[in-house]
């Protein structure tokens, strides 16, 4: 890579500052009800009282079931989206309720990459212009400068700067995620939000980006916030990890602790569901298989949401809401939000709900009894 | 004999860039109660093998054999082809709205499936059947939620239907191309858990199509490597991870982060894969094998056994003698296979 963009970077700490700061954040959605129900808005509960921090050089990986907020509360993050409530603090600024052009200035320090690399770029565009488009936004380079920073940046990310004038069609799925990367690169920012940035890719490639991402945050000093539905990749990328169901965070600690000691049962769900690519512990393993489905967001359960399917459930968990703190002991920085942490040890394969049936997802057939 | 067995199958499509070769012969075989798993990059050529046994391929230059129970499935006509598909074999999609039809009841569309091969059995029993199966797939309220249409089933759900309609009719093989690749981990686990379940039951042989080693080394018996439209490698399953010989399959598992355990870089494949319009002379494989050698890039591997395991095959210059190949691993690799346990 390229030693001259390199020189004036400074080095990652370990545990830098806090670069991200986010409290109680929450964000509706109000559903088109019909009209008979018209007096009662109704609302999806996308982010329902989100808090965590990231801190600079790190990642913050970000797993949870399809639906439960992940992309909403990166969205909101950026301020791509207005929140409904709660507080986003970026660099020591709080960016919550800035207007659309007070953010301009911080959107170079902010930057997306997204998921489909095919959906994302204009097929029409030449790839230099593409990843140029930030300077020309802001109005910064012109030119042959812009060429030349572009060229730059396509070096870092390891594509062709001879490529300038291609289309992105030109490029196979890799090539065109590292053209995501160069755009979200182009103005050197603080902070990228990675939301599923491999998920489309095969696993061959799916290792070149992730190397990548990882040589330029060591490289720049980049922060990630990292969404992947791989819970292998999150391992691999992450500081630490926050799981989310249905809008909250319900599990957050650094990424040993969490495969290690898993307190929440849906951590530890999540965790065991993963298919391990080894023959002889594929068969070993005791996993949790879920009953039903996430419940809708528009009426989230009562106290813990994830009660209907845990299969640690009591009526305490359908009466009050489980805070996110400290459980069983755990370091300041590892917290839980249940009422009944799971134990070192524990097999909550064979643990049974306490709560009546009406309060829980009945499940039938071959799975019910297995 | 096999319950299927497929010979030197190709396949190819004509396009405004060229030929398209899909599949560039391909041999396999599947018996009763058996997972095969097929793996490899996407444009492998894993759908197309699959969908065009079933008759699927429209506009394909197909030839080769692909014998069930005595009868070539490509000589076939579609009416006979389609009192096969279903019955005989289930399909089981990736994009489960793809093969639900979003206008009718789910229950409806079991029941037509059941009655379309069974002229005896009345609605009434078709439909008591369909809810049979929709328990038996793990669908809560399955009575009630039997005339629930496909929108109102949530992804999980609507994959587990589709596998209730694909076992409706009890077929002897199932075709799954990647049942699960769409869903959440946890879904997955149900999902993968049903299939599992209903084969123990019914014997059912099964055809696993996926990219996800994890799901190979849950499921399968054997595996079939594929790359570029061909085979590259064969084996049962502990071979394939344990002692596997072709650098793909070698570069596929390197590539994983739960690879090998904790690890600062992943070990990725350089390049992409070809095209399948402009092959390169030789081995597909060449322009990113860490091994390449010269007659690698002229001439074509054949598919040949390695070792003393006739059931071990391999698509590779490489010596078929693992002792060999194993001491090149150490020089051009630097490390040994993973931690081997005992066979
Ligand atoms: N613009 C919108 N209007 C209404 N509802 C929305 C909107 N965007 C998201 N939602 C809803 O908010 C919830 C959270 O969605 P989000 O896209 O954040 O999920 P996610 O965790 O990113 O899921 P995935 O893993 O599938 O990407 C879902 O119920 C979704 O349907
Ligand atoms: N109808 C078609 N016309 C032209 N090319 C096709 C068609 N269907 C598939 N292909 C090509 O055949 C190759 C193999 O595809 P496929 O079997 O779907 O791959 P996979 O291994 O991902 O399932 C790909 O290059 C694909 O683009
Ligand atoms: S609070 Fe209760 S329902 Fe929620 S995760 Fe803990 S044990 Fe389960
Ligand atoms: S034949 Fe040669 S290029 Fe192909 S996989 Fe074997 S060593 Fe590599
Ligand atoms: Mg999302
Ligand atoms: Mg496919």
């Known amino acids: ?370 | 004999m096999a319950l299927l067995e497929v010979d030197d199958l190709h396949v190819s499509f004509r396009t405004s860039d060229g030929i398209v070769q899909a599949v560039r012969g391909v041999s396999f075989h599947v018996d009763a109660g058996q997972t095969l798993g097929i793996v490899g990059e996407s444009g492998s050529g894993k759908s197309v093998s699959t969908q065009t046994i079933m008759g699927l391929t429209r506009g394909a230059r197909i030839s080769g054999q692909a014998m069930f129970e005595g009868r070539d499935l490509l000589t076939l006509g579609q009416g006979e082809m389609r009192k096969i598909r279903g019955a005989e074999i289930g399909m089981i999609f990736q994009d489960p709205l793809s093969s639900l039809h979003p206008y009718y009841k789910v229950g409806w569309q079991i029941v037509e499936m059941i009655r379309q091969h069974d002229h005896d059995m009345s609605k009434a029993q078709a439909k008591a059947r369909a809810v049979e199966l929709l328990n038996l797939v793990g669908i809560p309220q399955a009575d009630r939620r039997v005339d629930d249409y496909p929108h109102q089933f949530s992804g999980g759900m609507r994959q587990r239907a589709m596998i209730a309609m694909a076992m409706s009719l009890n077929p002897k093989l199932l075709i799954a191309d990647e049942p699960t690749t769409a869903l959440d981990v946890t879904v997955q686990a149900q999902v993968l858990a049903v299939i599992k379940t209903l084969q123990e039951e019914f014997g059912t042989a099964v055809i696993l199509i996926t990219h996800d080693l994890g799901v190979v080394a849950d499921v399968a018996d054997n595996v079939q490597v594929m790359y570029a439209g061909a085979v590259m490698e064969k084996a049962d399953l502990r071979t394939t991870f344990f002692a596997h010989h072709h650098p793909y399959t070698e570069g596929l598992l390197q590539s994983l982060p739960a690879y090998g355990g904790e690890r600062e870089r992943l070990r990725p494949i350089h390049g992409q894969p070809p095209s399948l319009i402009n092959l390169p002379p030789g081995c597909p494989f060449a322009p990113r094998c860490a091994y390449v050698m010269d007659r690698c890039r002229t001439e074509v591997p054949p598919l040949a056994t390695v070792g003393t395991d006739a059931t071990h095959l391999s698509a590779c210059w490489l010596p078929h003698d693992m002792a060999a190949r194993n001491e090149l691993r150490l020089k051009v690799v630097g490390e040994p296979l993973p931690a081997q346990a005992e066979a």
């Open chain 1, 1 to 370: 890579m390229n030693a001259e963009t390199t020189a004036t970077v400074p080095e990652p700490a370990a545990g830098g500052d806090v670069l991200l700061r986010v409290e109680n954040l929450v964000k509706y959605f109000p559903v088109q009800s019909s009209a008979f129900f018209r007096r009662d808005r109704e609302y999806v509960h996308a982010v329902d009282g989100v808090s965590l921090e990231v801190r600079q050089g790190q990642t913050l990986g970000l797993v949870g079931e399809t639906g439960c907020g992940k992309s909403t509360l990166a969205r909101c993050i950026l301020r791509l989206y207005n929140i409904t409530s709660g507080r986003i603090t970026f660099d020591g600024r709080d960016i919550s309720k800035l207007s659309a052009r007070q953010m301009r200035p911080l959107r170079r320090e902010m930057q997306m990459i997204f998921q489909d690399p095919y959906g994302s770029l204009n097929p029409r565009r030449r790839v230099g212009s593409i990843i140029g488009d930030p300077f020309a936004i802001h109005k910064t380079a012109t030119g042959q400068e812009r060429k030349r920073k572009v060229q730059e940046v396509m070096e870092l990310v390891g594509l062709n700067p001879e490529h300038f004038n291609r289309f992105p069609a030109e490029f196979s799925g890799g090539q065109r995620q590292r053209i995501g990367v160069a755009r979200a690169l182009a103005f050197r920012p603080k902070l990228i939000v990675c939301d599923e940035p491999v998920s489309a890719l095969d696993v061959s490639i799916q290792a070149q980006i992730i190397n990548l991402l990882a040589d330029l945050q060591s490289e720049l000093g980049l922060t990630y916030l990292f969404i992947a539905h791989d819970l292998s990749v999150v391992r691999h990328v992450s500081n630490k990890v926050a799981v989310m169901y249905l809008g909250q965070v319900t599990e957050l600690a650094p990424v040993d602790d969490l495969w290690a000691h898993p307190r929440h049962p849906y951590t530890d769900a999540l965790l065991s569901a993963v298919p391990v690519p080894d023959p002889d512990k594929a068969g070993q393993r005791e996993r949790i298989i879920l009953a039903g489905d996430v419940p809708s967001p528009i009426s989230p359960p009562s106290g813990c949401r994830f009660h209907p399917r845990c299969p640690k459930a009591a009526p305490t968990c359908v009466e009050k809401d489980p805070v996110l703190e400290p459980r069983l002991g755990d370091a300041a920085d590892h917290l839980a939000a249940c009422h009944f942490p799971v134990e070192d040890g524990e097999d909550i394969s064979k643990s049974r709900p306490t709560i009546s049936a009406d309060e829980r997802v009945i499940e039938s057939g071959l799975l019910g009894s297995a």
